[in-house]
Nanobody, 117 residues
Framework: QVQFVESGGGLVQPGGSLRLSCAAS??????????SGWYRQAPGKQRELVAG???????NYVDSVKGRFTISRDRAKNTVYLQMDSLKFEDTAVYYC?????????WGQGTQVTVSS
């Protein structure tokens, strides 16, 4: 019932920054109650939760990005952001947004983040 469109990825040098955006649309009820999360999947690796924000604003980050990434949202725009600073090679992955803490089985196309020198 909810669709996600990710954007903002690209090629960036180590130490650089990117800001990802996730536009959600669909069920007004679902949009009103869900938390939101950013997930990523690198080639040959499992998809993992990167950052999540609950409906009441509590945030959670995977240890590897703490202090470097910040998740935020604009409820009026149904948009979630991921500010990514001090990027490292190991951050290279396809980044997806979805519900949090329980993700839907329906995933968007994602946005590619490539950290390379």
């Amino acid at each position: 019932q909810v669709q996600f469109v990710e954007s903002g990825g690209g090629l960036v040098q180590p130490g650089g920054s990117l800001r990802l955006s996730c536009a959600a649309s669909g069920s007004i009820f679902t949009l009103s109650i869900m938390g939101s999360g950013w997930y990523r999947q690198a080639p040959g690796k499992q998809r993992e939760l990167v950052a999540g924000i609950t409906r009441d604003g509590r945030t959670n980050y995977v240890d590897s990005v703490k202090g470097r990434f910040t998740i935020s949202r604009d409820r009026a725009k149904n948009t979630v952001y991921l500010q990514m600073d001090s990027l490292k090679f190991e951050d290279t992955a396809v980044y997806y947004c979805n519900k949090y803490p329980t993700a839907s089985q329906s995933w968007g196309q994602g946005t590619q983040v490539t950290v390379s020198s």
